[in-house]
Protein backbone atom coordinates (compact mmCIF):
# COMPACT_ATOMS: atom_id res chain seq x y z
CA UNK A 1 0.00 0.00 0.00
CA UNK A 2 1.03 3.38 -0.39
CA UNK A 3 1.15 6.11 2.22
CA UNK A 4 0.38 9.10 0.58
CA UNK A 5 -2.11 9.66 -2.80
CA UNK A 6 -0.79 8.31 -5.78
CA UNK A 7 0.28 11.14 -8.30
CA UNK A 8 -2.51 10.28 -10.89
CA UNK A 9 -0.25 12.16 -13.52
CA UNK A 10 2.56 9.72 -13.17
CA UNK A 11 0.16 6.75 -13.30
CA UNK A 12 -1.34 8.75 -16.77
CA UNK A 13 1.87 8.26 -17.68
CA UNK A 14 2.51 4.78 -17.92
CA UNK A 15 -1.15 3.82 -20.04
CA UNK A 16 -1.54 4.42 -23.56
CA UNK A 17 -3.57 7.17 -24.65
CA UNK A 18 -6.39 4.90 -25.79
CA UNK A 19 -6.73 2.85 -22.64
CA UNK A 20 -10.18 3.12 -21.36
CA UNK A 21 -11.06 4.52 -17.90
CA UNK A 22 -14.59 3.44 -17.16
CA UNK A 23 -17.05 2.48 -14.46
CA UNK A 24 -19.10 -0.52 -14.26
CA UNK A 25 -22.41 -1.29 -12.30
CA UNK A 26 -24.92 -4.20 -13.36
CA UNK A 27 -28.84 -4.19 -13.34
CA UNK A 28 -30.52 -5.42 -10.39
CA UNK A 29 -27.67 -4.00 -8.10
CA UNK A 30 -28.77 -0.45 -9.42
CA UNK A 31 -32.04 0.13 -10.66
CA UNK A 32 -34.87 -0.63 -8.38
CA UNK A 33 -38.02 -0.47 -10.00
CA UNK A 34 -38.24 -3.67 -9.71
CA UNK A 35 -42.11 -4.13 -10.90
CA UNK A 36 -42.33 -0.92 -12.97
CA UNK A 37 -43.24 -0.93 -16.88
CA UNK A 38 -43.87 -4.60 -17.06
CA UNK A 39 -40.63 -5.80 -15.56
CA UNK A 40 -41.31 -9.23 -14.02
CA UNK A 41 -39.04 -11.09 -10.50
CA UNK A 42 -35.89 -12.25 -11.28
CA UNK A 43 -34.53 -15.49 -9.62
CA UNK A 44 -32.68 -12.53 -7.58
CA UNK A 45 -35.77 -11.23 -6.23
CA UNK A 46 -37.01 -14.66 -5.19
CA UNK A 47 -33.72 -15.22 -3.31
CA UNK A 48 -33.52 -11.87 -1.95
CA UNK A 49 -37.45 -11.75 -0.60
CA UNK A 50 -36.91 -15.18 1.18
CA UNK A 51 -35.64 -15.03 4.61
CA UNK A 52 -31.67 -15.58 5.85
CA UNK A 53 -30.65 -15.42 1.83
CA UNK A 54 -29.48 -12.13 2.04
CA UNK A 55 -27.86 -10.02 4.75
CA UNK A 56 -31.16 -7.93 6.41
CA UNK A 57 -33.30 -9.40 3.91
CA UNK A 58 -32.70 -7.00 1.75
CA UNK A 59 -33.55 -6.67 -1.48
CA UNK A 60 -33.65 -4.82 -5.12
CA UNK A 61 -36.80 -3.29 -5.08
CA UNK A 62 -35.48 0.33 -5.04
CA UNK A 63 -31.80 -0.29 -5.35
CA UNK A 64 -30.31 2.82 -6.12
CA UNK A 65 -33.52 3.89 -7.72
CA UNK A 66 -31.07 4.32 -10.92
CA UNK A 67 -34.48 3.50 -13.34
CA UNK A 68 -36.13 6.83 -12.03
CA UNK A 69 -32.59 8.56 -11.90
CA UNK A 70 -30.82 8.15 -15.01
CA UNK A 71 -30.35 11.02 -16.66
CA UNK A 72 -28.66 12.36 -13.18
CA UNK A 73 -26.67 9.09 -13.31
CA UNK A 74 -25.53 9.71 -16.86
CA UNK A 75 -24.42 13.23 -15.52
CA UNK A 76 -22.67 11.89 -12.80
CA UNK A 77 -20.96 9.13 -15.22
CA UNK A 78 -20.01 12.20 -17.60
CA UNK A 79 -18.06 14.24 -14.69
CA UNK A 80 -16.24 11.19 -13.52
CA UNK A 81 -13.96 12.16 -16.70
CA UNK A 82 -14.43 8.29 -17.82
CA UNK A 83 -14.60 7.26 -21.49
CA UNK A 84 -16.76 4.44 -20.65
CA UNK A 85 -19.66 3.15 -18.70
CA UNK A 86 -20.21 -0.88 -18.22
CA UNK A 87 -23.80 -1.79 -17.25
CA UNK A 88 -26.00 -5.03 -17.81
CA UNK A 89 -29.04 -5.30 -19.58
CA UNK A 90 -32.00 -6.87 -17.33
CA UNK A 91 -33.43 -9.64 -18.90
CA UNK A 92 -36.97 -9.83 -16.70
CA UNK A 93 -37.44 -6.23 -18.77
CA UNK A 94 -37.23 -7.49 -22.09
CA UNK A 95 -38.46 -10.49 -21.83
CA UNK A 96 -40.69 -10.59 -18.70
CA UNK A 97 -41.48 -14.64 -18.54
CA UNK A 98 -38.04 -15.35 -19.96
CA UNK A 99 -39.78 -16.82 -23.51
CA UNK A 100 -42.75 -15.11 -25.03
CA UNK A 101 -43.78 -11.64 -25.73
CA UNK A 102 -41.25 -9.29 -25.87
CA UNK A 103 -41.82 -5.67 -23.30
CA UNK A 104 -40.95 -2.79 -25.40
CA UNK A 105 -41.06 -1.00 -22.40
CA UNK A 106 -38.26 -2.68 -21.28
CA UNK A 107 -36.32 -1.98 -24.07
CA UNK A 108 -36.92 1.91 -23.98
CA UNK A 109 -35.09 2.13 -20.85
CA UNK A 110 -31.94 0.95 -22.90
CA UNK A 111 -32.63 3.00 -25.50
CA UNK A 112 -32.59 6.00 -23.54
CA UNK A 113 -29.38 4.90 -21.75
CA UNK A 114 -27.08 4.38 -24.70
CA UNK A 115 -28.86 7.35 -26.22
CA UNK A 116 -27.98 8.94 -22.96
CA UNK A 117 -24.28 7.48 -22.95
CA UNK A 118 -23.88 8.64 -26.87
CA UNK A 119 -24.80 12.03 -26.04
CA UNK A 120 -22.20 12.40 -23.51
CA UNK A 121 -19.59 10.50 -25.72
CA UNK A 122 -19.02 7.89 -23.54
CA UNK A 123 -18.73 4.55 -24.92
CA UNK A 124 -21.43 1.58 -23.94
CA UNK A 125 -20.11 -1.76 -22.70
CA UNK A 126 -23.20 -4.04 -22.36
CA UNK A 127 -23.41 -7.36 -20.48
CA UNK A 128 -26.19 -9.51 -21.43
CA UNK A 129 -26.23 -11.40 -18.17
CA UNK A 130 -25.51 -10.54 -14.88
CA UNK A 131 -26.99 -12.84 -13.01
CA UNK A 132 -30.68 -11.54 -13.26
CA UNK A 133 -32.17 -14.64 -14.88
CA UNK A 134 -36.26 -14.20 -15.29
CA UNK A 135 -37.87 -16.45 -12.44
CA UNK A 136 -40.19 -18.04 -15.11
CA UNK A 137 -37.41 -19.98 -16.59
CA UNK A 138 -36.77 -21.66 -13.09
CA UNK A 139 -40.04 -23.30 -13.51
CA UNK A 140 -38.29 -25.38 -16.23
CA UNK A 141 -35.14 -25.63 -14.03
CA UNK A 142 -32.75 -22.51 -14.77
CA UNK A 143 -29.79 -22.87 -15.62
CA UNK A 144 -29.68 -26.48 -15.39
CA UNK A 145 -31.92 -27.14 -18.14
CA UNK A 146 -30.76 -27.02 -21.68
CA UNK A 147 -33.74 -25.13 -23.02
CA UNK A 148 -32.46 -21.64 -21.13
CA UNK A 149 -29.64 -21.57 -23.26
CA UNK A 150 -31.71 -21.32 -26.45
CA UNK A 151 -34.39 -18.64 -24.74
CA UNK A 152 -31.16 -16.67 -23.92
CA UNK A 153 -30.17 -16.70 -27.61
CA UNK A 154 -33.33 -15.45 -28.41
CA UNK A 155 -32.87 -12.71 -25.44
CA UNK A 156 -29.76 -11.81 -27.08
CA UNK A 157 -30.93 -11.18 -30.76
CA UNK A 158 -33.70 -9.41 -29.83
CA UNK A 159 -31.54 -6.99 -27.81
CA UNK A 160 -28.56 -6.36 -29.42
CA UNK A 161 -31.03 -6.01 -32.94
CA UNK A 162 -32.35 -2.86 -30.95
CA UNK A 163 -29.23 -1.63 -29.22
CA UNK A 164 -26.54 -2.76 -31.12
CA UNK A 165 -26.41 0.02 -33.26
CA UNK A 166 -25.19 2.20 -30.10
CA UNK A 167 -22.96 -0.10 -28.64
CA UNK A 168 -19.29 -0.10 -28.63
CA UNK A 169 -19.00 -3.79 -27.13
CA UNK A 170 -21.00 -6.36 -25.87
CA UNK A 171 -20.03 -9.40 -23.55
CA UNK A 172 -22.46 -12.39 -22.99
CA UNK A 173 -21.82 -13.02 -19.24
CA UNK A 174 -20.51 -11.83 -16.29
CA UNK A 175 -18.69 -13.83 -14.08
CA UNK A 176 -20.02 -17.49 -15.03
CA UNK A 177 -18.00 -19.00 -12.04
CA UNK A 178 -20.88 -16.82 -9.48
CA UNK A 179 -23.87 -17.98 -11.24
CA UNK A 180 -22.66 -21.24 -11.58
CA UNK A 181 -20.44 -22.78 -9.14
CA UNK A 182 -21.48 -19.76 -6.30
CA UNK A 183 -25.33 -20.34 -7.36
CA UNK A 184 -25.40 -23.70 -7.50
CA UNK A 185 -22.81 -25.63 -5.78
CA UNK A 186 -21.65 -23.32 -2.56
CA UNK A 187 -25.71 -21.91 -2.17
CA UNK A 188 -24.56 -18.41 -1.67
CA UNK A 189 -26.09 -17.19 -4.76
CA UNK A 190 -29.23 -17.47 -6.54
CA UNK A 191 -31.00 -20.09 -7.09
CA UNK A 192 -28.96 -21.23 -3.45
CA UNK A 193 -28.56 -24.82 -4.65
CA UNK A 194 -25.61 -26.95 -3.23
CA UNK A 195 -25.91 -29.68 -6.06
CA UNK A 196 -22.73 -30.91 -8.20
CA UNK A 197 -25.33 -32.43 -10.73
CA UNK A 198 -27.02 -29.51 -10.46
CA UNK A 199 -23.92 -27.19 -10.83
CA UNK A 200 -22.40 -29.73 -13.78
CA UNK A 201 -25.62 -28.51 -15.77
CA UNK A 202 -25.57 -25.37 -15.28
CA UNK A 203 -21.89 -25.10 -16.18
CA UNK A 204 -22.66 -26.59 -19.79
CA UNK A 205 -25.80 -24.78 -20.36
CA UNK A 206 -23.66 -21.55 -19.38
CA UNK A 207 -21.68 -22.24 -21.98
CA UNK A 208 -23.86 -23.16 -24.65
CA UNK A 209 -25.41 -19.93 -23.93
CA UNK A 210 -22.74 -17.83 -24.50
CA UNK A 211 -22.06 -19.89 -27.66
CA UNK A 212 -25.37 -19.40 -29.03
CA UNK A 213 -25.68 -15.40 -27.85
CA UNK A 214 -21.95 -15.37 -29.71
CA UNK A 215 -23.91 -16.44 -32.95
CA UNK A 216 -27.15 -14.53 -32.69
CA UNK A 217 -25.29 -11.13 -32.03
CA UNK A 218 -23.04 -11.79 -34.54
CA UNK A 219 -25.58 -11.92 -37.43
CA UNK A 220 -27.43 -9.34 -35.89
CA UNK A 221 -24.62 -7.20 -35.92
CA UNK A 222 -21.48 -8.52 -37.53
CA UNK A 223 -18.87 -5.55 -36.10
CA UNK A 224 -19.62 -5.07 -32.85
CA UNK A 225 -16.78 -6.70 -30.35
CA UNK A 226 -18.66 -9.39 -27.97
CA UNK A 227 -16.82 -10.71 -25.55
CA UNK A 228 -17.25 -13.03 -22.11
CA UNK A 229 -16.53 -11.35 -18.40
CA UNK A 230 -14.73 -13.75 -16.36
CA UNK A 231 -13.35 -13.81 -12.99
CA UNK A 232 -10.48 -16.18 -13.40
CA UNK A 233 -9.00 -17.19 -9.67
CA UNK A 234 -5.40 -16.41 -9.49
CA UNK A 235 -5.17 -20.22 -7.50
CA UNK A 236 -2.02 -19.75 -5.23
CA UNK A 237 -1.42 -23.55 -3.22
CA UNK A 238 -0.74 -22.98 0.02
CA UNK A 239 2.43 -24.98 0.33
CA UNK A 240 5.60 -26.13 -1.62
CA UNK A 241 4.66 -29.73 -1.16
CA UNK A 242 3.43 -31.88 -4.10
CA UNK A 243 0.17 -32.57 -2.71
CA UNK A 244 -0.76 -28.67 -2.28
CA UNK A 245 0.49 -27.93 -6.13
CA UNK A 246 -1.31 -30.77 -7.12
CA UNK A 247 -4.29 -29.43 -5.48
CA UNK A 248 -3.88 -26.15 -6.89
CA UNK A 249 -3.79 -27.07 -10.46
CA UNK A 250 -6.77 -29.37 -9.95
CA UNK A 251 -8.41 -25.88 -8.59
CA UNK A 252 -7.78 -24.36 -11.85
CA UNK A 253 -9.46 -26.80 -13.86
CA UNK A 254 -12.28 -26.52 -11.71
CA UNK A 255 -12.68 -23.10 -11.38
CA UNK A 256 -10.74 -21.40 -14.76
CA UNK A 257 -10.33 -24.45 -16.91
CA UNK A 258 -13.98 -25.42 -17.10
CA UNK A 259 -14.91 -21.65 -18.90
CA UNK A 260 -11.60 -21.16 -20.50
CA UNK A 261 -11.34 -24.47 -21.83
CA UNK A 262 -14.44 -25.02 -23.76
CA UNK A 263 -14.24 -20.80 -24.88
CA UNK A 264 -10.53 -20.93 -26.00
CA UNK A 265 -9.55 -24.05 -26.14
CA UNK A 266 -12.71 -26.12 -27.38
CA UNK A 267 -12.75 -28.50 -24.75
CA UNK A 268 -13.53 -29.49 -21.15
CA UNK A 269 -10.16 -30.07 -18.81
CA UNK A 270 -9.65 -33.69 -19.44
CA UNK A 271 -9.16 -33.73 -15.53
CA UNK A 272 -12.59 -32.06 -14.89
CA UNK A 273 -14.05 -35.05 -17.11
CA UNK A 274 -12.71 -37.74 -15.71
CA UNK A 275 -13.91 -36.53 -12.38
CA UNK A 276 -17.30 -35.37 -12.74
CA UNK A 277 -18.14 -35.95 -17.01
CA UNK A 278 -20.35 -39.02 -15.69
CA UNK A 279 -22.35 -36.25 -13.69
CA UNK A 280 -22.79 -33.56 -16.87
CA UNK A 281 -25.06 -33.17 -19.43
CA UNK A 282 -25.01 -34.47 -22.42
CA UNK A 283 -22.76 -32.49 -24.75
CA UNK A 284 -24.30 -32.46 -28.10
CA UNK A 285 -22.53 -32.59 -31.22
CA UNK A 286 -22.04 -29.20 -32.24
CA UNK A 287 -21.79 -27.92 -28.91
CA UNK A 288 -17.96 -27.14 -28.25
CA UNK A 289 -17.54 -25.42 -31.88
CA UNK A 290 -20.71 -23.19 -30.68
CA UNK A 291 -18.62 -22.23 -27.28
CA UNK A 292 -15.07 -22.02 -28.76
CA UNK A 293 -16.35 -19.15 -31.67
CA UNK A 294 -13.03 -16.74 -31.56
CA UNK A 295 -13.99 -13.77 -29.82
CA UNK A 296 -12.68 -10.14 -30.15
CA UNK A 297 -12.20 -9.44 -26.54
CA UNK A 298 -12.11 -10.73 -22.84
CA UNK A 299 -13.16 -9.26 -19.47
CA UNK A 300 -11.73 -10.07 -15.96
CA UNK A 301 -12.80 -8.91 -12.85
CA UNK A 302 -10.13 -9.46 -10.22
CA UNK A 303 -10.01 -8.71 -6.74
CA UNK A 304 -8.32 -11.10 -4.65
CA UNK A 305 -7.09 -14.68 -4.93
CA UNK A 306 -7.46 -17.68 -4.16
CA UNK A 307 -5.20 -19.85 -2.12
CA UNK A 308 -5.79 -23.80 -1.62
CA UNK A 309 -4.26 -26.42 -0.07
CA UNK A 310 -4.84 -30.41 -0.28
CA UNK A 311 -8.14 -32.05 1.32
CA UNK A 312 -6.82 -35.38 2.08
CA UNK A 313 -10.26 -36.70 3.39
CA UNK A 314 -11.22 -40.25 1.51
CA UNK A 315 -13.84 -39.58 -1.25
CA UNK A 316 -13.83 -35.39 -1.05
CA UNK A 317 -14.98 -34.27 -4.24
CA UNK A 318 -13.17 -32.45 -7.31
CA UNK A 319 -10.70 -30.53 -6.77
CA UNK A 320 -10.75 -31.56 -2.75
CA UNK A 321 -9.10 -28.48 -2.05
CA UNK A 322 -9.33 -26.80 1.03
CA UNK A 323 -8.57 -22.94 1.66
CA UNK A 324 -5.22 -22.06 3.00
CA UNK A 325 -4.16 -19.10 4.73
CA UNK A 326 -3.60 -15.46 3.39
CA UNK A 327 -0.25 -14.09 2.63
CA UNK A 328 -0.97 -10.53 3.23
CA UNK A 329 -3.27 -10.65 6.77
CA UNK A 330 -4.54 -6.91 5.23
CA UNK A 331 -8.46 -7.15 3.71
CA UNK A 332 -10.74 -4.85 2.49
CA UNK A 333 -13.98 -4.65 4.59
CA UNK A 334 -16.10 -7.53 3.23
CA UNK A 335 -12.81 -9.69 4.42
CA UNK A 336 -10.97 -10.66 0.60
CA UNK A 337 -7.09 -10.46 1.10
CA UNK A 338 -5.62 -7.27 -0.80
CA UNK A 339 -3.13 -8.83 -2.99
CA UNK A 340 -2.35 -7.00 -6.02
CA UNK A 341 0.46 -8.69 -7.43
CA UNK A 342 -2.02 -11.75 -8.16
CA UNK A 343 -3.70 -9.69 -11.18
CA UNK A 344 -0.39 -9.55 -12.92
CA UNK A 345 0.28 -13.10 -11.93
CA UNK A 346 -3.15 -14.36 -13.34
CA UNK A 347 -3.03 -12.04 -16.30
CA UNK A 348 0.27 -14.10 -17.22
CA UNK A 349 -0.80 -17.18 -16.16
CA UNK A 350 -3.71 -17.24 -18.46
CA UNK A 351 -2.16 -16.05 -21.37
CA UNK A 352 0.56 -18.78 -20.99
CA UNK A 353 -2.20 -21.59 -20.98
CA UNK A 354 -4.87 -19.45 -23.60
CA UNK A 355 -4.70 -17.63 -26.47
CA UNK A 356 -6.41 -14.79 -25.72
CA UNK A 357 -7.66 -11.68 -27.40
CA UNK A 358 -7.37 -8.09 -26.18
CA UNK A 359 -8.65 -8.02 -22.63
CA UNK A 360 -10.52 -4.97 -20.34
CA UNK A 361 -10.25 -5.48 -16.81
CA UNK A 362 -14.24 -5.14 -16.37
CA UNK A 363 -14.29 -5.08 -12.76
CA UNK A 364 -11.89 -4.16 -9.81
CA UNK A 365 -12.42 -2.52 -6.65
CA UNK A 366 -12.48 -2.32 -3.03
CA UNK A 367 -15.09 -2.63 -0.32
CA UNK A 368 -15.15 -0.11 2.63
CA UNK A 369 -17.43 1.11 4.32
CA UNK A 370 -17.09 4.80 5.56
CA UNK A 371 -19.72 7.29 5.09
CA UNK A 372 -20.26 10.91 4.63
CA UNK A 373 -18.60 13.74 7.25
CA UNK A 374 -18.73 17.04 6.89
CA UNK A 375 -20.13 16.22 3.03
CA UNK A 376 -16.92 14.15 1.81
CA UNK A 377 -15.64 10.47 2.19
CA UNK A 378 -12.71 9.86 3.12
CA UNK A 379 -11.62 6.41 1.90
CA UNK A 380 -7.88 6.38 0.73
CA UNK A 381 -7.58 2.67 1.37
CA UNK A 382 -10.53 2.27 -1.69
CA UNK A 383 -7.92 4.70 -3.51
CA UNK A 384 -5.30 2.89 -2.94
CA UNK A 385 -6.47 -0.48 -3.77
CA UNK A 386 -7.17 1.22 -7.11
CA UNK A 387 -3.97 2.78 -7.15
CA UNK A 388 -1.82 -0.18 -6.89
CA UNK A 389 -4.41 -2.64 -9.43
CA UNK A 390 -3.73 0.01 -12.25
CA UNK A 391 0.03 -0.01 -11.26
CA UNK A 392 0.42 -3.64 -11.96
CA UNK A 393 -1.73 -3.29 -15.26
CA UNK A 394 0.64 -0.69 -16.26
CA UNK A 395 3.13 -3.21 -15.64
CA UNK A 396 1.06 -5.75 -17.45
CA UNK A 397 1.10 -2.96 -20.59
CA UNK A 398 5.02 -2.86 -20.57
CA UNK A 399 5.69 -6.32 -21.29
CA UNK A 400 3.29 -6.42 -24.22
CA UNK A 401 0.13 -7.85 -22.33
CA UNK A 402 -2.98 -5.89 -24.46
CA UNK A 403 -4.64 -4.51 -22.06
CA UNK A 404 -6.89 -2.16 -22.83
CA UNK A 405 -8.79 -0.44 -20.35
CA UNK A 406 -9.90 -0.34 -16.78
CA UNK A 407 -13.62 -0.08 -15.39
CA UNK A 408 -13.87 0.57 -11.63
CA UNK A 409 -16.38 -1.36 -9.51
CA UNK A 410 -18.41 0.62 -8.89
CA UNK A 411 -19.85 3.71 -9.94
CA UNK A 412 -21.71 3.91 -7.10
CA UNK A 413 -22.42 2.01 -3.28
CA UNK A 414 -25.23 -0.60 -4.54
CA UNK A 415 -26.33 -3.82 -3.72
CA UNK A 416 -24.08 -5.93 -3.10
CA UNK A 417 -25.96 -9.89 -3.57
CA UNK A 418 -26.09 -11.67 -0.54
CA UNK A 419 -24.53 -9.06 1.95
CA UNK A 420 -27.41 -6.76 0.46
CA UNK A 421 -26.52 -2.68 0.96
CA UNK A 422 -24.25 -3.37 3.77
CA UNK A 423 -21.20 -3.72 1.60
CA UNK A 424 -19.86 -0.55 -0.37
CA UNK A 425 -17.85 -0.49 -2.95
CA UNK A 426 -18.42 2.39 -5.07
CA UNK A 427 -16.17 4.88 -5.94
CA UNK A 428 -19.67 7.43 -5.43
CA UNK A 429 -21.32 7.51 -1.80
CA UNK A 430 -24.89 6.41 -1.75
CA UNK A 431 -27.59 7.18 1.00
CA UNK A 432 -30.23 5.22 0.94
CA UNK A 433 -32.74 7.22 2.41
CA UNK A 434 -32.42 10.33 0.68
CA UNK A 435 -30.52 8.62 -2.79
CA UNK A 436 -28.02 11.14 -2.42
CA UNK A 437 -24.74 10.91 -4.32
CA UNK A 438 -21.50 11.82 -2.86
CA UNK A 439 -18.59 11.54 -5.01
CA UNK A 440 -15.87 9.99 -2.53
CA UNK A 441 -11.83 10.76 -2.32
CA UNK A 442 -11.32 7.28 -4.59
CA UNK A 443 -13.71 9.30 -7.07
CA UNK A 444 -12.26 12.30 -7.38
CA UNK A 445 -9.00 10.57 -7.54
CA UNK A 446 -9.98 8.31 -10.52
CA UNK A 447 -11.77 11.66 -12.23
CA UNK A 448 -8.50 13.34 -12.22
CA UNK A 449 -6.95 10.50 -14.00
CA UNK A 450 -9.54 9.66 -16.12
CA UNK A 451 -9.47 12.79 -17.41
CA UNK A 452 -6.35 12.99 -19.09
CA UNK A 453 -7.61 10.11 -21.25
CA UNK A 454 -8.02 9.47 -24.19
CA UNK A 455 -4.60 11.42 -24.79
CA UNK A 456 -2.08 10.86 -28.10
CA UNK A 457 -2.86 8.98 -30.86
CA UNK A 458 -2.82 5.05 -30.63
CA UNK A 459 -4.54 2.38 -32.12
CA UNK A 460 -5.73 -0.51 -32.04
CA UNK A 461 -8.49 -1.31 -29.35
CA UNK A 462 -11.64 -2.68 -29.94
CA UNK A 463 -13.95 0.35 -29.41
CA UNK A 464 -12.07 2.27 -31.79
CA UNK A 465 -13.16 -0.32 -34.31
CA UNK A 466 -15.57 0.92 -37.34
CA UNK A 467 -19.34 -0.27 -36.06
CA UNK A 468 -21.17 1.09 -39.41
CA UNK A 469 -22.68 -2.99 -40.28
C1 LIG B 1 -18.36 -9.29 -8.64
C2 LIG B 1 -19.67 -9.00 -9.30
C3 LIG B 1 -20.18 -7.61 -9.06
C4 LIG B 1 -19.90 -7.14 -7.66
C5 LIG B 1 -18.46 -7.35 -7.29
C6 LIG B 1 -18.07 -6.88 -5.92
O1 LIG B 1 -18.27 -10.66 -8.38
O2 LIG B 1 -19.59 -9.19 -10.70
O3 LIG B 1 -21.54 -7.60 -9.39
O4 LIG B 1 -20.77 -7.72 -6.79
O5 LIG B 1 -18.14 -8.71 -7.40
Redesign the pocket.
Known amino acids: MTDRIPDPALLADRFPGDFLFGVAT?AF?IEGAAKADGRKPSIWDAFSNMPGRVFGRHNGDVACDHYHRLEQDLDLIASLGVQAYRFSIAWPRVYPDGTGPINEKGLDFYDRLVDGLQARGIKAFATLY?WDLPLMLAGDGGWTARSTAYAFQRYARTTIARLGDRLDAVATF??PW?SVWLSHLYGIHAPGERNMEAALHALHTTNLAHGLAVSAIREERPKLPVGIVI?PMHVYAGSDTPADQAAAERAFDFHNGVFFGPIFKGAYPDTVLSALGERMPPIEDGDLALISQPLDWWGV?Y?TPMRVADDPTEGAEFPATKPAPFVNQETTDIGWEIFPQALGDLIRTVNARYTLPDCYIT?NGACYNMGVEDGAVDDQPRLDYIADHLSVTADLIAEGYPMRGYFA?SLMDNF??AEGYRMR?GIVHVDYDTQARTIKKSGLWYQSLARSFPKGNHGGSVGAEDRSS
Open positions: AQHNECNNYEWEWF
